[in-house]
Nanobody, 123 residues
């Protein structure tokens, strides 16, 4: 069973940056498409970004395009989400997830989920 652990969440002021990291124990992330999702209180879960296995293709939600960047670090076995120009509406619990197929990630139906990390954007 693939287990995912997120880290890097916290409190940041509007306009600031955070870098989230998704790590896996026992298994390599190289064989999975990895995505980041978020859920704010009272709102539905939103898919933010996905990165493919084969060619590193990426997908971003319009709400974060140009501000967030997803990337793999194969030496560390992590997938990171660099978040810049953060806004109060980015406040949410952020989850990483793994999918066998890229389209599963983009479609919001991955196979494995992490426990989530809180991101709060507030002055």
């Amino acid at each position: 069973q693939l287990q995912l652990v997120e880290s890097g969440g916290g409190l940041v002021q509007p306009g600031g940056s955070l870098r989230l990291s998704c790590a896996a124990s026992k298994f390599t992330l190289d064989y999975y498409a990895i995505g980041w999702f978020r859920q704010a209180p009272g709102k539905e879960r939103e898919g933010i970004s996905c990165i493919s296995v084969r060619d590193g293709s990426t997908h971003y939600a319009d709400s974060v395009k140009g501000r967030f960047t997803i990337s793999r670090d194969n030496t560390k076995n992590t997938v990171d989400l660099q978040m810049n120009s953060l806004k109060p509406e980015d406040t949410a619990v952020y989850y990483c997830a793994a999918a066998v197929v890229f389209r599963q990630c983009v479609g919001g139906d991955p196979d494995y989920w992490g426990q989530g990390t809180q991101v709060t954007v507030s002055s």
